[in-house]
T-cell receptor, first 111, second 113 residues
């Protein structure tokens, strides 16, 4: 079963705008990761945030984590057409050896 | 170059004809896993392996087999494929299980008719 659920399912914005995607999960986690997937291709790791961290930055990416609400958000600032892709959150459980993905948010950035 | 290589990239087969999708990584990773991706369902884990000769079921293992005889290789075997196994399959590897980033292969698009 899926652990994470991304929201919204699809997002369309203009180049230069910021894009915010959210991820909610159901059980306790060790870490939460965000991945990007260009159409039909393999996933690429973007950023990992540990359960004891609240915010993390990497270039134009900002990730927040609220373990009390079991949710995370990914903010992409000053978006570009090349950011068009699907974005997935993935969580691991303290007692498990698996990594579970949500269904993803499809981001379209219009030039 | 660090990479995970899957073969084939595309495969059309008939119901019941055994097939193997290969996966190889060159990063000396202990952890390898297989996922299937279906529209609206995200990625679901099929099997994973913590190290050589150590494999375990993920969320959707029915109809699949795996083996881990060497650290670099983790083939996915469909003994008797059925149409509901038509999907996009990804192999991934990482160190220390899910604690670190996973590297994904480019995917295998399988169609079972």
């Amino acid at each position: 079963s899926q652990q994470g659920e991304e929201d919204p399912q699809a997002l369309s914005i203009q180049e230069g705008e910021n894009a915010t995607m959210n991820c909610s999960y159901k059980t306790s986690i060790n870490n939460l990761q965000w991945y990007r997937q260009n159409s039909g291709r393999g996933l690429v790791h973007l950023i990992l945030i540990r359960s004891n961290e609240r915010e993390k930055h990497s270039g134009r990416l900002r990730v927040t984590l609220d373990t009390s609400k079991k949710s995370s958000s990914l903010l992409i600032t000053a978006s570009r057409a090349a950011d068009t892709a699907s974005y997935f959150c993935a969580t691991d459980r303290p007692w498990g050896n698996d990594m579970r993905f949500g269904a993803g948010t499809r981001l379209t950035v219009k030039p | 170059e660090a990479q995970v290589t899957q073969n084939p990239r595309y495969l059309i087969t008939v119901t019941g004809k055994k097939l193997t999708v290969t996966c190889s990584q060159n990063m000396n990773h202990e952890y390898m896993s297989w996922y299937r991706q279906d529209p609206g369902l995200g990625l679901r884990q099929i099997y994973y392996s913590m190290n050589v000769e150590v494999t375990d079921k993920g969320d959707v293992p029915e109809g699949y087999k795996v083996s881990r005889k060497e650290k670099r290789n983790f083939p996915l075997i469909l003994e008797s494929p059925s149409p509901n196994q038509t999907s996009l399959y990804f192999c991934a590897s990482s160190t220390m299980g899910s604690i670190t980033e996973a590297f994904f292969g480019q995917g295998t698009r399988l169609t079972v008719v």
